[in-house]
């Protein structure tokens, strides 16, 4: 079964720091498109920044300059740096693993991330 375990949330303040990590298995991870997508209270589900297989990144407005997506395929494992953590920036973080040929999506069951004013 594929799993995707996120970990590294938790409460900072603002202007803080955290690194996330999403550690993936039963997977292939080296072709897979992996993102981190966040949801807040009564918001919906966002993309926040992804790392495709061909080590290309794209990121969300709201967090350019401040967010880095970095991937390490030895260890299965992708990560997000934050930086400058602004309130705006609390949600529940999902890790997330998509490929088209051989067809998945898998998601992670979230780390809880909080920014304090």
């Known amino acids: 079964q594929v799993q995707l375990v996120e970990s590294g949330g938790g409460l900072v303040q603002a202007g803080g720091s955290l690194r996330l990590s999403c550690a993936a298995s039963?997977?292939?991870?080296?072709?897979?498109?992996i993102g981190w997508y966040r949801q807040a209270p009564g918001k919906q589900r966002e993309l926040v920044a992804v790392?495709?297989?061909?080590?290309?990144?794209n990121y969300a407005d709201s967090v350019k300059g401040r967010f880095t997506i970095s991937r390490d395929n030895a260890k299965n494992t992708v990560y997000l740096q934050m930086n400058s953590l602004k309130p705006e920036d609390t949600a529940v973080y999902y890790c997330?693993?998509?490929?088209?040929?051989?067809?998945?999506?898998?998601w992670g069951q979230g780390t809880q991330v909080t920014v304090s004013s």
């Open positions: 039963r997977i292939m991870f080296s072709i897979s498109a």
């Open positions: 790392s495709t297989s061909g080590g290309s990144t």
């Open positions: 997330n693993a998509k490929n088209s040929m051989p067809r998945y999506n898998y």
